[in-house]
């Protein structure tokens, strides 16, 4: 018989919400950059953020190679955000934050979900490469899109943070 297990949609829902909590903190993010004049671009942050991914795929038991490229889309999209903001800024500056953020707090956040998100796609296993899986993912980027009130941007970050989910 076919393993069962929770449908693919379920198993999913944690993967989207937990990508979305991070693409929230893009917000912070940008407004401490903002305030600092630091650049979005933090290569040596990103290699200490994909170290922790992979460690937690090993601790988790889980696949290490997903869990890396899903948190690269994950960061690109997370970029993506942070230079929208500021293209936004720099155009309108009456539009600019009005808070700075404190940057380690923001990144003590990053760390906190960057285990629970890959511990969420090891869950997910077998279902990441289902045939009903991108429906899965389309249907809970929807509804936590739509319960989040995220704007367009907010949603086509949100599909290219979860673009290799689905194999
Ligand atoms: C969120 C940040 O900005 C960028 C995005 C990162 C991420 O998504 O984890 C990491 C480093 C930066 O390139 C940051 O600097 O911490």
Do not use: F
Request: include cysteine; charge should be negative.
């Amino acid at each position: 018989a076919p393993p069962t297990g929770p449908p693919v949609e379920t198993a999913l829902a944690p993967v989207v919400e937990l990508s979305a909590d991070r693409l929230a903190t893009a917000e912070l993010m940008a407004a401490a950059k903002w305030h600092s004049g630091d650049p979005v671009e933090a290569p040596e942050r990103e290699e200490t953020v994909l170290a922790q991914a992979e460690r937690s795929a090993l601790d988790l038991d889980g696949d290490p190679a997903t869990a890396l490229t899903v948190m690269r889309d994950q960061i690109e999209a997370n970029k993506v955000i942070q230079r929208g903001r500021h293209a936004q800024w720099y155009a309108r500056p009456e539009q600019g934050p009005e808070g700075a953020p404190d940057p380690t707090g923001v990144r003590a956040e990053l760390d906190r979900i960057t285990p629970a998100l890959v511990g969420a796609l090891t869950e997910a296993g077998a279902g990441l490469s289902a045939p009903d899986c991108e429906a899965g993912l389309e249907r809970n980027v929807r509804r936590v899109a739509a319960e989040r009130g995220l704007d367009r941007r907010g949603r086509a970050a949100l599909r290219m943070a979860l673009s290799s989910v689905c194999s």
